[in-house]
């Protein structure tokens, strides 16, 4: 058990679909972070939350839109996808303000965009 | 950012020590070393980290040169639940980001 979890484990979605991808984090950290992790591809940071305040967006496109309501909770809102969209999306949360915060995170989304 | 080198992949006997090296000849003074691993089908999960004296802990132990422009990943015992990515990663102290390269996969022979 990570204490990071995330729903739903698998989405597919159409071009014009919205749907949301949502994490919690019952951990008591204080920032949350959203990874894509495609084929053959590394890990890309795409945004991250810290006490809820967005601190980075690591130029996602607009059509990928974060909400952090409270240090437990995020999620990606996701609208008129393209297929290269497609991808297993990580969440991950850290105890910002330590020596060193050691990310935890999710199982991911996978996410399929027809 | 500092940049790393690792192999694409490495296999191993069960059962028997597995040496993962990492190459960081631009490491800053403060970076830290972690190191992740990623199972298959599941998020990364933190392995171990250190500065400049070698760390051990229940899963692994972090060897780090004396010129901190390398480390190795020791498993002492590798099972089948040891396959998977490793990655390591330099992260400055208090940085809220990770940056994560193509790591090794590792692969366990039974």
């Known amino acids: 058990e990570t204490g990071v979890t995330q729903t739903p484990r698998h989405l597919v979605m159409g071009m014009t679909n919205k749907k949301s991808l949502k994490c919690e984090q019952h951990l008591g950290h204080n920032a949350m972070y959203w990874y894509k992790q495609s084929a053959k591809k590394p890990l890309e940071l795409m945004f991250v939350?810290?006490?809820?305040?967005?601190?980075e967006n690591n130029s996602v496109p607009s059509r990928f839109s974060p909400e952090c309501p409270n240090s437990s909770h995020l999620f990606l809102h996701l609208h008129t996808l393209q297929p290269e969209d497609s991808a297993l999306y990580l969440c991950?949360?850290?105890?910002?303000?330590?020596?060193?915060?050691?990310?935890?995170f999710g199982p991911g989304t996978r996410l399929t965009v027809t | 950012d500092a940049k790393t080198t690792q192999p694409n992949s490495m296999e191993s006997n069960e059962e028997e020590p597995v040496h993962l090296p990492c190459n960081h000849s631009?490491?800053?003074?403060?970076?830290?070393i972690h190191w992740y691993r990623q199972l298959p089908s599941q998020g990364p999960e933190y392995v171990i980290h250190g500065l400049t004296s070698n760390v051990n802990n229940r899963m692994a132990s972090l060897a780090i040169a004396e010129d901190r422009k390398s480390s190795t990943l020791i498993l002492h015992r590798a099972t089948l639940r040891d396959a998977a990515v490793y990655y390591c990663i330099p992260i400055p102290v208090r940085d809220d980001k990770i940056i994560f390269g193509k790591g090794t996969r590792l692969h366990i022979l039974p």
């Open positions: 991950a949360s850290s105890q910002i303000g330590t020596s060193l915060g050691e990310q935890y």
């Open positions: 939350y810290n006490f809820k305040e967005q601190t």
């Open positions: 631009t490491i800053s003074g403060t970076d830290y």
